[in-house]
C-alpha cells in the first residue's frame, strides 16, 4: 500500500503547497518541517519551472523567484533529503513533464527514492500520455497523482480506475488561485471517483479560507491549499514561518471539523 495512504487514514487531510526554494532552500526546508508540526497531512512541493502552465501569477512569481535565487532541481532534492531526517510524513513533487525529461526519467525518479518523496503530480501530462512515466514511477515505487477535472465528464472514471496514491480533484477550470467562490459540483467528481476505485480524493485550486477548505473536506477526503500560502511567503519572505504556521494551523482544525 502507498505510503501517500496513510496521510488520509482515519482523518481528513490537510495538503499545503509551496513552491520549492521560494524564498530561498534553507526557508523550504524550515517551512516543510513547520507545517508538519502545524497539522499538514501530507506537502507539495512545487519543483520551480519557466513556464508553469497551469499556475496563476502567484505561483509563476513564486518559480520566477525561486530560480532567481539559484535553485536547481539537484539542489532541490538535496534539500528534502536534509528535511527527510525529521519530516515523517508524505511529501510529492508537483512538477511538469519538461524538468523531468529535461533531468532524465530514470535518474528523476531515483533522487525521488533517495529523498523519499513519494509520488509526483504532473499537470501537463494527460492521462491518454501517462504511459510516459506510469511505468518508470512504478517501477520506482513513486505514485504518479492523477489529476480529474471538471471538465473531465466521462473520463473521469476511467482516470480514477487507474489512479495512484490520491486522486487530486480540481475544483474550478482555469489556473490555480485564489477563489472568491468555488462553483463547480466537486462532490459529484469524488462520488463518481470512489465508484471505481477505493482511493483517497482531495480537492485542490481556489481554496483559501477555513469556510472553504471545510466545505471541500465535507465532500471529499481533504483539502489542498497553494497559491493562498505561497501569497503568505511571497510577502513575509524568510519571516514567513510564524504566519504560514498560523494558517496552516486554522487550516487544519477547519478541515478536522468537515
Known sequence: MSNIYKAFENKKAFIPFITGGD?????????????EAAGADLIEIGIPFSDPIAEGPVIQEASQRSLAGGCTTDRLFEMVKEARKTVKIPMVFMTYINPIYTYGKERFMKRCVECQIDGVIVPDLPFEEKSELSGICEQYGIDLISLIAPTSHDRIRMI?????????????????????????NVGEMVKMVKEVNDIPAAIGFGISTPEQARNMA??????????A???????????????VVKYVTSMKEAVSEA
Open 23 to 35: 524564498p530561498d532552500l534553507n526557508t523550504t526546508k524550515k517551512l516543510l518541517i513547520a507545517m
Open 160 to 184: 480514477a480506475k487507474e489512479a495512484k496514491g490520491f486522486v487530486y480533484c480540481v475544483s474550478s477550470l482555469g489556473v490555480t488561485g485564489v477563489r472568491t467562490e468555488i462553483t463547480t
Open 229 to 243: 500560502i505561497v501569497k503568505i511567503v511571497a510577502k513575509y519572505g524568510r519571516d514567513c514561518i510564524p504566519e
Open 218 to 227: 465535507s465532500v471529499s477526503d481533504g483539502a489542498i491549499v497553494g497559491s
